[in-house]
């Protein structure tokens, strides 16, 4: 059975998207936790075939981590999955006003940052996982409190808020990656099936000059070509030089035609396709 790696530990929002998504497609893969994202995607083509990793939430937007580790390995993206995500509080305390100190992930600190905002002399502990914050407040010690799934057992807590989240149409979307390193096969494949189709590329010029990314951007717009998402990461070279990551939407008919524009990027600007599938 082949292997994904997922965001642990068990009882995760990463987890919960997992299950819907072998369960959605009937696969035969074994989830594999690990303690962080950096964890989760070094373990791709190593001891795991897949890895089911956090790209994006509707309120605390781009996962940054995501997009500096999708560059830097060999990976491609096959597929995504999209969950609702809702958070509970959970309090050793009789009220909110006697928390001292919070575990919330540090996520999960931007889809419920109106609640943390209106606590006072709160200690907040940045967590690596939902869970991580959940298994510390439940050793019981008196003013401590956690942000958690809204689904996870709240029993032998003093204080509990079933919902804490900024808005209630919240989704944190997950892309399904597989290893590249071994792979004889190509990440620019055109999907099999017909219909809407997703391909993230990330953009990443030698030189800065003026008109740079405006001169990318024509050659897309001129192609009809659209872009749902353009997000600037540091290369971590040379200050105020920057890759770019990008993400287009377009249907399986048009395939052809970003490849032409990406092959006329390439040349000038360098561009990695990450992938393309359909959604």
Do not use: W
Not at 260 to 268: F, H, S, T, Y
């Amino acid at each position: 059975m082949e292997k994904i790696a997922v965001l642990g530990p068990i009882g995760t929002f990463s987890d919960c998207a997992a299950k819907k998504y072998i369960d959605a497609y009937n696969l035969d893969l074994e989830p594999v936790y690990y303690n962080s994202i950096d964890e989760t995607f070094h373990a791709v083509g190593e001891d795991c075939r897949y890895g089911l990793i956090p790209i994006e939430n509707t309120l605390d937007g781009y996962v940054q981590r995501t997009l500096d580790l999708m560059l830097e390995m060999d990976v491609v993206v096959v597929d995504e999955i999209i969950i609702p995500v809702q958070f509970s509080l959970v309090a050793n305390a009789p009220d909110p006003s006697e928390i001292r100190r919070l575990h919330v992930q540090f996520k999960a600190n931007g889809q419920c940052r109106d609640f943390i905002n209106s606590l006072h002399d709160v200690k907040i502990n940045n967590t690596e996982s939902n869970m991580e914050s959940y298994h510390l407040a439940k050793e019981g010690r008196p003013g401590e409190a956690a942000i958690v799934p809204a689904y996870v057992d709240a029993s032998g807590f003093e204080y509990f808020d079933r919902n804490v989240t900024d808005m209630s149409d919240n989704y944190t979307r997950f892309i399904i990656v597989r290893d590249m390193s071994h792979d004889s096969g190509s990440r620019f494949r055109k999907p099999r099936r017909e219909g809407n189709m997703k391909i993230p590329i990330f953009v990443s010029p030698l030189v800065d000059r003026p008109g740079m990314l405006f001169d990318i951007l024509r050659t897309f717009n001129e192609r009809r070509i659209n872009l749902v998402a353009i997000m600037s990461r540091p290369t971590k070279k040379i200050m105020g030089t920057y890759h770019f990551y990008m993400e287009i939407d377009a249907y399986t008919e048009d395939f052809d035609i970003i490849m032409e524009a990406a092959k006329l990027i390439d040349v000038k600007y360098n561009l990695k396709i990450m992938g393309a599938y359909l959604v």
